[in-house]
Each structure stands twice: as C-alpha cells, then as structure tokens.
C-alpha cells in the first residue's frame, strides 16, 4: 500500500497543523493508519492511530487531548488535527499501515515494527 503523508511546516507553539496521510491507488477507508513520528536523535513513537472496522482511535498519551485522527472518505484521507502544538512536537512524521489487520488494538497499536508500509514523511517544526 502506497501512502503519501504531507501538510508539515513551521508552526509556533500554541499553534495548529493538519497532517494528511493519503494514497493514490489504494482506499483508506480499508485500511487502519497509524501516525508515528521521529525527532532527531530519538526513537520512533507512536502517535495515533484509526481502525477500519470500527473507526476507533487511540493516542498517545502525550497527544491525548491535543490531537485528532480522523478519515475523510470523500477525499480518501486520513488527517491527524494538531493543536497546542509544543516544541517537543518537533519531529518528522509518518503515517503507516498493516494490511493484514483490521483493528489498531491487534499486536499492540503503537509497535511500529507491525506496520509494514509507511508514507515518506513530514516534516513539523514548532518553534517561535
């Protein structure tokens, strides 16, 4: 599954940015995405991620409150909403998914190694 993610930037803290993950050959609506993110000199982390059985969600818990996952289908997309966006938000994100599930609670949502296509990134910056 090929995936694109795009609408990084430079943003200040306190401020918002949508991310977009989407995919021109494939439909999101049957497949679960996963944000995953990696600041510089730190291991990949889980953000969020969207089942495609039921559409259920699950967030870090530094993001909880903060950000929201969600698909448009009209558009075949899947957005991650950032708001309050702190310097530590700092990093490049990705989305991902696993073809092989449908549910993000299988295997454990925030494991990167079970994702097995991944988009090529976006870069967000939060500084002032």
């Known amino acids: 599954v090929q995936l694109q993610a795009s609408g990084g930037g430079l943003v200040q803290p306190g401020g918002s940015l949508r991310l977009s993950c989407s995919s021109s050959r494939f439909n999101l609506r049957n497949y679960i995405i996963g944000w995953f993110r990696q600041a510089p000199g730190k291991e990949r982390e889980a953000v969020s991620c969207?089942?495609?059985?039921?559409?259920?969600?699950y967030y870090a818990g530094s993001v909880k409150g903060r950000f929201t996952i969600s698909r448009d289908y009209a558009k075949n997309t899947v957005s991650l909403e950032m708001n309050s966006l702190k310097p530590e938000d700092t990093a490049v994100y990705y989305c991902?998914?696993?073809?092989?599930?449908?549910?993000?609670?299988?295997?454990?949502?925030?494991?990167?190694?079970?994702?097995?296509?991944w988009g090529q990134g976006t870069l967000v910056t939060v500084s002032s």
């Open positions: 969207i089942s495609s059985s039921d559409d259920s969600t």
């Open positions: 991902a998914t696993d073809p092989s599930r449908n549910y993000c609670g299988t295997k454990g949502w925030a494991v990167a190694s079970g994702f097995v296509s």
